[in-house]
């Protein structure tokens, strides 16, 4: 009948049955505490090596600089140490030149909470 192979991982999306009630002839371990917290995400693109957690992050504001002009004093803050690979951005600010640069980290997305069992 239903053979499920030792070691299997099953996830377990919200409003689907445990993997004890699919097959209730194998026992189930919930190993959801060795991933907890973590966004699950397909390998490729801007993701970490597989295997490898990759730290949360979001877009923000690193940097502004001010052009003073006519005896207005020129700014230049930065807000972390962002690395030189960064865009600036330029624009005006009541007439005064201006430049922002972000960071370059990506928007982690809205997610929901699965459970992870590994058969034993």
Not at 67 to 80: A, C, K, N, Q, R
Not at 97 to 120: D, G, H, L, Y
């Given at each position: 009948?239903?053979?499920?192979?030792?070691?299997?991982?099953?996830?377990?999306?919200?409003?689907?049955?445990?993997?004890?009630?699919?097959?209730?002839?194998?026992?189930?371990?919930?190993?959801?505490?060795?991933?907890?917290?973590?966004?699950?995400?397909?390998?490729?693109?801007e993701s970490a090596p597989f295997g490898r957690v990759?730290?949360?992050?979001?877009?923000?504001?690193?940097?502004?600089?001010?052009?003073?002009?006519?005896?207005?004093?020129?700014?230049?803050?930065?807000?972390?140490?962002?690395?030189?690979?960064?865009?600036?951005s330029n624009g005006h600010y009541n007439g005064f030149?201006?430049?922002?640069?972000?960071?370059?980290?990506?928007?982690?997305?809205?997610?929901?909470?699965?459970?992870?069992?590994?058969?034993?």
């Open positions: 009948p239903d053979s499920v192979p030792l070691g299997f991982t099953y996830i377990q999306l919200p409003h689907q049955l445990e993997p004890g009630k699919i097959w209730p002839l194998f026992k189930w371990l919930d190993i959801s505490h060795t991933y907890a917290g973590l966004f699950m995400r397909v390998l490729g693109g990759q730290g949360s992050g979001a877009p923000r504001l690193a940097s502004i600089k001010s052009y003073g002009l006519h005896g207005v004093p020129s700014i230049d803050t930065h807000m972390e140490d962002i690395g030189a690979d960064n865009k600036w030149p201006v430049a922002f640069k972000v960071s370059k980290s990506e928007v982690r997305p809205k997610n929901i909470a699965i459970k992870v069992w590994k058969r034993v």
